[in-house]
């Protein structure tokens, strides 16, 4: 089975799901991004035609809620403070230094190579530790330039380490 072939049997099943169910945007969405990591483009446009829901609507949702992604995302998220302590602390360059080591150019948030996805938050909560960064699950707080790059490549290890 040719994996395009394989992706719309996926989608077929969930669509079934939700068919004769009211509300079903949402959950709907999520089902479809658990399985794929991110709203595919072509996800969108089978559910539009299949349910009759206007692909507006299904953007306008996906694009409301920051749960939804429509890129796929990496296998680590870097979710950067971007709130006012982090910001007066030096977030910015924080994350100028983790576009740097992660290679990512202008308008990039994932890494090539899908390891790495960079996301700016407006407030993460914990401002007595900015400027703060969460990687998957856990938070470092009072991260310069120097830790930032420590704290990178355990991630960058670890990941290689796991595929052994």
């Known amino acids: 089975m040719n ?13 079934e799901k939700y068919r004769d169910t009211k509300g079903n945007i949402i959950p709907l969405l999520q089902d479809i991004q658990d399985i794929f990591g991110y709203i ?8 539009s035609k299949r349910l009759d829901i206007p692909e507006s609507k299904l953007y306008g949702v996906t694009t409301f809620y920051a749960q939804f992604h429509l890129r796929p995302r990496g296998e680590n998220i ?3 403070c971007c709130g006012t302590a982090c ?6 360059r924080i994350i100028n230094s983790i576009r740097t080591i992660l290679g990512l150019g202008s308008g990039e948030d994932t890494t090539r190579d899908q390891k790495f996805t960079l996301e700016k938050v407006a407030c993460i909560g914990t401002c007595s530790m900015a400027p703060v ?6 938070v470092y707080g009072g991260i310069t330039p120097d830790k930032i790059t420590r704290t990178l490549k355990k991630y960058q290890t670890k990941r290689s380490d796991d595929k052994e």
Do not use: C, R, Y
Not at 3 to 15: T, V
Not at 87 to 92: A, F, N, T, Y
């Open 133 to 138: 960064i969460v990687i998957n699950k856990d």
């Open 87 to 92: 910001h007066v602390k030096g977030s910015e």
């Open 40 to 47: 595919p483009e072509d996800a969108v446009d089978l559910i």
């Open 3 to 15: 994996p395009q072939s394989k992706k719309e049997d996926l989608l077929g099943d969930i669509l």
């Open 78 to 80: 870097i979710t950067a």
